[in-house]
């Protein structure tokens, strides 16, 4: 080989070496940028998470901040330091505070590293405090749902529970035996159905009954703190005198509220209501508990208030439809004495228009939820119900009260929560089909003031938008 050819050759497999030289370059420095940012947004992520858990530490102590402990409106930024105390990135948080009647907070947090600004992730969670309306029914007494009652949620008794109707969700009680009261014999499981064949008694196994338990039943569970809610009534009492609708006694009978679609209610004082003549019904207490027709008088129409809450201290009669509002309807008076507690009464539909969670009504009773002896065939309830002390039910009417002591259906869409035993069929008087159905937007958005079963945020959702 001559010089010439050897110099060729060299220059050859220098320029390979250097173009392979280059590429090797190159391909370390794609790996290097590729590890680099892949790094960035893995701790780019964990720096959104510290910032969703700094704001649910921070709402655990400051409930109800949702400007990050400032005068503005955000986004709020921090620093994220590493465990020398070095700041390597930061967060930035957007705080959508819960609408009016909602316990649920949105919380936007946005991570990025000093070393790579312009790479980010975002983790978005919802925060929420459940509501007491967890329940299709909750009750602090016992109670017997008879064979032609469907329950679509969660029913729980503190007592004991047996039931022949059909339940499409799980039903509990904080006990694992009981006394039932409506015959005698031995004690029964806590949840338990005399439907065909009846269960047998414990300590023998607890039967599978899906026929009538579609979900199970549960027993012993923890039971439900009822005496809670008994202070609520005086604070949405002060919330409806200082900017809702506050009623006083009317001097008659109570009052009606007429609810209406265009945000505001018609307001009646009652004079007068059926009498029983000849008529008869059971238990303390018991009435027609319905306005006879021209015994009452029109008193105003008012607006729903802003902050959704109506107070009456005096028993109040209520039906109507709203259409797109959230209101509390509260009937007691204080200080609480057994003898003079307030009691809501219905015999006419209350109705949503919309099913989605924007309508929302609450109605909390000092001492009784009754249905009157004149009440609508086909009667349906959208609402958030609770007896504080007293019992959800209709009295027990004889055939003297005929035609209406008989009812056909009774729908119910919302909760039912009910210190004392309740009842609507009693065979043959009263509702002979009763459909109760759970409102689960009741939970996390419930009516405005309503009772809360906790005072901690917990999580709802979490998801990973950017």
Same mark, same amino acid.
């Given at each position: 080989m001559?010089?010439?050819?050897?110099?060729?050759?060299?220059?050859?497999?220098a320029s390979?070496?250097?173009?392979m030289l280059?590429?090797?370059?190159?391909w370390?420095?794609t790996?290097a940028?590729?590890l680099?940012t892949?790094?960035?947004?893995?701790?780019?992520f964990?720096?959104?998470e510290?910032?969703i858990?700094?704001?649910?530490?921070?709402?655990?102590h400051?409930?109800?901040?949702?400007?990050?402990?400032?005068?503005?409106?955000?986004?709020?930024?921090h620093e994220?330091?590493?465990?020398e105390g &070095? =700041?390597?990135?930061?967060?930035?948080?957007?705080?959508? @505070?819960p609408?009016?009647g909602?316990? %649920? +907070?949105r919380?936007? /947090?946005t991570?990025?590293?000093?070393?790579e600004?312009?790479?980010?992730?975002?983790?978005?969670?919802?925060?929420?405090i459940?509501s007491?309306?967890k329940?299709?029914w909750?009750?602090?007494?016992?109670?017997n749902?008879?064979?032609?009652a469907?329950?679509?949620?969660?029913?729980?008794?503190?007592?004991?529970?047996?039931f022949?109707?059909?339940a499409?969700n799980?039903?509990t009680?904080?006990?694992?035996?009981f006394?039932?009261?409506?015959h005698?014999?031995?004690?029964e499981?806590?949840?338990?159905t005399?439907?065909?064949?009846?269960d047998?008694?414990?300590?023998?196994?607890?039967?599978?009954r899906? &026929? =009538?338990?579609?979900?199970?039943?549960?027993?012993?569970? @923890?039971?439900?703190?009822f005496?809670g %809610? +008994?202070?609520?009534? /005086?604070?949405i009492?002060?919330a409806?005198?200082?900017?809702?609708?506050?009623?006083?006694a009317?001097?008659?009978?109570g009052?009606?509220?007429?609810l209406k679609?265009?945000?505001?209610f018609d307001?009646?004082?009652?004079?007068?209501?059926?009498s029983?003549?000849?008529?008869?019904?059971t238990?303390?207490?018991c009435?027609?508990?319905s306005?006879?027709?021209?015994g009452e008088t029109?008193?105003?129409n008012?607006?729903f208030p802003?902050?959704?809450l109506?107070f009456?201290?005096?028993h109040?009669?209520?039906?109507?439809?709203?259409?797109g509002?959230?209101?509390?309807i509260?009937?007691a008076r204080?200080? &609480?004495?057994?003898s003079?507690?307030?009691?809501i009464?219905?015999?006419?539909?209350?109705?949503y228009t919309?099913?989605?969670?924007?309508?929302?009504?609450g109605?909390?009773?000092?001492?009784?939820?009754?249905v009157?002896?004149?009440s609508?065939?086909?009667?349906?309830?959208?609402a958030?119900?609770?007896?504080?002390?007293?019992?959800?039910?209709?009295?027990?009417?004889?055939?003297?009260?005929?035609?209406?002591?008989?009812?056909?259906?009774?729908t119910t869409?919302?909760?039912?929560?009910?210190?004392q035993?309740?009842?609507?069929?009693?065979?043959?008087?009263g509702?002979?089909t009763?459909?109760?159905?759970?409102?689960?937007?009741?939970l996390?958005?419930?009516?405005?003031?309503?009772p809360?079963t906790?005072d901690?945020?917990v999580t709802i959702?979490?998801?990973?938008?950017?």
């Amino acid at each position: 080989m001559s010089k010439g050819e050897m110099l060729v050759t060299v220059l050859v497999l220098a320029s390979l070496g250097i173009v392979m030289l280059t590429g090797l370059v190159s391909w370390a420095g794609t790996n290097a940028r590729v590890l680099r940012t892949a790094t960035s947004r893995e701790l780019s992520f964990h720096i959104a998470e510290a910032g969703i858990d700094y704001y649910r530490w921070h709402l655990a102590h400051a409930p109800t901040d949702y400007r990050d402990g400032t005068a503005t409106s955000g986004p709020y930024i921090h620093e994220f330091r590493n465990k020398e105390g &070095d =700041v390597i990135g930061h967060f930035s948080l957007t705080i959508t @505070p819960p609408t009016v009647g909602s316990t %649920i +907070v949105r919380v936007r /947090s946005t991570g990025s590293t000093l070393a790579e600004p312009t790479i980010s992730r975002t983790v978005e969670v919802l925060f929420a405090i459940p509501s007491f309306a967890k329940y299709a029914w909750v009750l602090n007494s016992f109670v017997n749902f008879g064979s032609t009652a469907n329950v679509y949620g969660p029913i729980h008794s503190n007592t004991g529970l047996r039931f022949d109707g059909v339940a499409y969700n799980l039903v509990t009680s904080a006990t694992s035996t009981f006394d039932d009261p409506d015959h005698t014999g031995a004690k029964e499981f806590g949840v338990h159905t005399h439907s065909t064949p009846v269960d047998p008694l414990p300590p023998s196994a607890v039967p599978n009954r899906s &026929d =009538v338990f579609k979900a199970g039943r549960q027993f012993p569970v @923890p039971a439900v703190d009822f005496t809670g %809610i +008994v202070s609520d009534l /005086s604070l949405i009492k002060s919330a409806a005198q200082s900017a809702g609708r506050y009623f006083a006694a009317s001097g008659v009978l109570g009052y009606h509220i007429v609810l209406k679609t265009n945000d505001t209610f018609d307001l009646y004082k009652v004079n007068t209501m059926y009498s029983k003549n000849g008529c008869s019904c059971t238990g303390t207490g018991c009435g027609t508990l319905s306005i006879k027709s021209g015994g009452e008088t029109f008193v105003a129409n008012y607006a729903f208030p802003t902050n959704g809450l109506i107070f009456v201290e005096d028993h109040v009669w209520i039906n109507g439809t709203i259409d797109g509002a959230r209101l509390t309807i509260g009937a007691a008076r204080f200080p &609480d004495n057994p003898s003079t507690r307030k009691n809501i009464n219905v015999t006419n539909d209350i109705r949503y228009t919309r099913y989605d969670g924007s309508d929302v009504i609450g109605l909390i009773a000092q001492g009784d939820f009754n249905v009157g002896l004149v009440s609508e065939d086909d009667l349906r309830i959208d609402a958030a119900i609770i007896a504080q002390n007293g019992r959800i039910g209709r009295y027990s009417y004889s055939t003297g009260c005929s035609p209406n002591h008989a009812r056909t259906l009774l729908t119910t869409y919302g909760m039912l929560g009910t210190n004392q035993r309740s009842g609507f069929w009693y065979d043959p008087d009263g509702y002979a089909t009763r459909n109760y159905i759970y409102d689960a937007n009741l939970l996390y958005a419930p009516p405005p003031s309503f009772p809360l079963t906790a005072d901690q945020y917990v999580t709802i959702s979490w998801e990973e938008i950017e």
